[in-house]
């Protein structure tokens, strides 16, 4: 869809002529205010409050509409909500019963809970078999697996994954993040489907105890059941497994079917005929504070930020995205992707996709503790020198620190061909800078208001105004033309001390 098409209803002309009109003819306009913490916070828990927020569910349409709301306030133009097909799932019962081989009347019953996107079961009986990478596993089985989570050494990823870093306080020497999702990532039954399994049963060894763990989320109904247990169940099952072999029984009931989501858009005109989009997704695995409440917060105060600056002085045409179905294959993006192929591959200067502002959390009694620290900051920056500099320079002049400018391709695997992030399909043909914190927490229902870095918003929102700002006379064309391949790259320099720091 063309630049013009966006703003038909009036034209851009049309619409920078009637804001010069409203603007004041005498004395110097004053400089807009971002929203602040505060206001941020109140439209985090007013998205938290809705209820669990994956596709297709109430709470995610009440947003839709809320956010839609929001942009036609602020006086965004064009706005609009633009449908995609997504797939809702939903538990809506399961059990688990294990008992000795052949002696039902000895049956323990193991809370649990559905693998998303797992089979029905009802009544579905098999033979327990522990299961690790170096143990086969037998086909009619029903698997038992221990299941962790990846860590992150921080000096490791300063030192040889990162493109640049600030660490003012030297936290990335010692520090070993916990991301939250598996060496298997998206494919978590994949082995026991291959293997012939009837089932599989995930004891989650995480720091913290719990099983409402939202992965997969890549809306592929898998061909046998799941359940996922806490790590104290884990136990108890594995306990009556070495008195000898042990028999199982599941049942799982869900709705899986299709429904449609919206992603939720709207414009402002700029100086040039070309174009920042500013995005984010607004559904999550439960009420989900973090993931991606506090995203959508973030693109809301850009929006707001952004329609009280004269559109003269905005350094392009702008468009803020909402985007659904991240927890369906991530459907918004791809319909992004797909409807506006042709502007992201020449029109966009950048798109900035902002997910998460999170607290590092620590565990205590097997319970989730959030810290007043910051998680580690990723900012995904495609190789493109002007860019990493005006990511680099606003991380520095906020100090936002425990950042990392990561690549935007060839991590967590050597073969990734575009970042793990809500954006990842931008990459490859626009310039991009994708901002994502990745707590251990993300897909549990303990990512409630108090995991919600609210110091953070502030400077994160203060950062990205400046990014586009920065961008002012720089055009798509020649920044794409700038991309390098690593390690043909310029040294950025590290940020300078404060006044004051020692």
């Keep these: 869809m063309s630049a013009d098409r966006l703003l038909s209803s009036t034209g851009p002309v049309a619409l920078v002529a009637a804001l010069l009109v409203a603007m004041p003819t005498t004395g110097i306009a004053k400089e807009p205010m971002p929203a602040d913490k505060a206001t941020m916070l109140e439209w985090i828990s007013a998205i938290e409050r809705q209820g669990i927020r994956r596709p297709g569910y109430a709470a995610d349409e009440w947003v839709e509409r809320w956010g839609r709301d929001r942009f036609i306030e602020f006086g965004l133009q064009d706005v609009r909500l633009e449908p995609f097909e997504v797939l809702r799932w939903e538990a809506k019962s399961w059990s688990l019963a294990v008992w000795p081989r052949g002696e039902q009347d000895k049956t323990v019953m193991l809370s649990a809970w559905p693998v998303p996107l797992s089979a029905e079961a009802a009544g579905l009986t098999g033979e327990l078999q522990l299961t690790d990478a170096d143990t086969a596993i037998r086909a009619g089985s029903i698997a038992v697996e221990p299941y962790q989570l990846m860590e992150f050494s921080q000096q490791r990823m300063r030192d040889q994954v990162a493109r640049w ?20 990532f998206q494919h978590v039954l994949e082995p026991a489907i291959a293997a012939g399994a009837r089932a599989w049963l995930g004891i989650l060894d995480f720091p913290w105890q719990g099983d409402r763990y939202y992965v997969p989320y890549d809306a592929r109904p898998r061909d046998i059941p799941g359940l996922y247990l806490s790590r104290a169940n884990g136990d108890r099952l594995l306990s009556l497994m070495r008195q000898g072999p042990t028999e199982a029984r599941i049942s799982v009931h869900r ?10 858009v ?21 009420n989900s504070a973090v993931e991606d409440a506090s995203g959508v917060a973030m693109v809301l105060a850009q929006a707001q930020y952004w329609a009280r600056v004269p559109a003269e002085q905005r350094p392009h045409n702008m468009m803020f995205l909402l985007q659904g179905g991240h927890m369906s294959h991530g459907a918004g993006l791809h319909h992004t992707a797909k409807t506006y192929a042709e502007l992201l591959r020449t029109k966009v200067v950048a798109a900035i996709h902002l997910e998460h502002v999170a607290r590092e959390a620590t565990v205590s009694d097997g319970q989730l503790v959030p810290t007043e620290k910051p998680e580690v900051r990723w900012w995904f920056t495609s190789y493109m020198p002007a860019l990493e500099r005006l990511v680099a320079e606003a991380i520095c002049s906020h100090d936002l620190g425990r950042s990392l400018m990561m690549p935007p391709y060839g991590w967590p695997k050597p073969e990734a061909t575009r970042p793990p992030t809500d954006a990842s399909l931008f990459f490859p043909t626009t310039p991009a800078v994708s901002f994502l914190p990745a707590p251990m927490y993300l897909f549990d229902p303990a990512d409630r208001l108090d995991m919600v870095h609210g110091d953070s918003l502030e400077p994160v929102t203060a950062a990205v105004i400046d990014i586009v700002r920065g961008l002012e006379g720089i055009d798509a064309a020649s920044l794409r033309a700038s991309e390098y391949q690593p390690p043909g790259d310029r040294a950025l320099p590290a940020c300078e001390r404060r006044h004051g720091d020692t």
Excluded: A, K, Y
């Design 165 to 184: 870093h600030h660490d003012p306080d030297g936290d990335f020497d010692t520090l070993d993040q916990t991301v939250p999702m598996g060496r298997r």
């Design 255 to 264: 709705e899986l079917r299709e429904s449609v989501s919206h992603n939720v």
């Design 266 to 286: 709207g414009v402002l005109p700029g100086q040039s005929d070309e174009w920042i989009l500013i995005g984010t997704h607004h559904d999550g695995p439960w």
